[in-house]
């Protein structure tokens, strides 16, 4: 069902993007060998829980979060929720967690890295799928503000 939320949402934004299915795109390593792309070209979205409220981050599949400047912009102990509130707050299942469809607003955060790539393939709402997008695109659908909060 979360594949059809995500179809939804682009077609309100008015924009025609093609989901792609593969056998299993959950992981970084996975979706980058399905696509054939380089891993820093899958954008990852990483949900946070912040208080009682939650954000999510995308930044390229192979960088790691610096967990000093997640905690400097964000005032807080980065600490990711249990893979049943990811659900309930995404509407997304773990693998297929993306920024577009979602269940509940919640801001939505760019790293920088995404930036060194022409395009980008971000999940589309379930573990077999992604999205082709180029990075201005999807810093326009998403609204998404820019951090840095990879490791060096």
């Given at each position: 069902?979360?594949?059809?939320?995500?179809?939804?949402?682009?077609?309100?934004?008015?924009?025609?993007?093609?989901?792609?299915?593969?056998?299993?795109?959950?992981?970084?390593a996975k979706a980058a060998d399905s696509l054939g792309v380089t891993p820093g070209e899958?954008?990852?979205?990483?949900?946070?829980?912040?208080?009682?409220?939650?954000?999510?981050?995308?930044?390229?599949?192979?960088?790691?979060?610096?967990?000093?400047?997640?905690?400097?912009?964000?005032?807080?102990?980065?600490?990711?929720?249990?893979?049943?509130?990811?659900?309930?707050?995404?509407?997304?299942?773990?693998?297929?967690?993306?920024?577009?469809?979602?269940?509940?607003?919640?801001?939505?955060?760019?790293?920088?890295s995404l930036k060194a790539y022409a395009r980008v393939f971000p999940a589309a709402g379930?573990?077999?799928?992604?999205?082709?997008?180029?990075v201005e695109e999807l810093e326009e659908v998403t609204n998404g503000q820019w951090v840095?909060?990879?490791?060096?």
């Amino acid at each position: 069902m979360s594949v059809k939320h995500v179809e939804e949402f682009f077609k309100q934004q008015g924009k025609d993007v093609k989901i792609l299915t593969f056998e299993d795109t959950s992981t970084v390593a996975k979706a980058a060998d399905s696509l054939g792309v380089t891993p820093g070209e899958i954008a990852k979205s990483l949900l946070f829980k912040v208080k009682d409220s939650f954000i999510m981050i995308l930044m390229a599949g192979d960088k790691r979060l610096d967990n000093r400047k997640f905690k400097e912009i964000f005032n807080t102990k980065a600490k990711m929720p249990e893979a049943e509130e990811v659900s309930e707050a995404t509407g997304h299942p773990v693998g297929g967690v993306c920024p577009f469809g979602l269940k509940q607003s919640i801001p939505i955060y760019l790293d920088y890295s995404l930036k060194a790539y022409a395009r980008v393939f971000p999940a589309a709402g379930a573990v077999n799928t992604a999205i082709e997008l180029n990075v201005e695109e999807l810093e326009e659908v998403t609204n998404g503000q820019w951090v840095d909060v990879i490791q060096s």
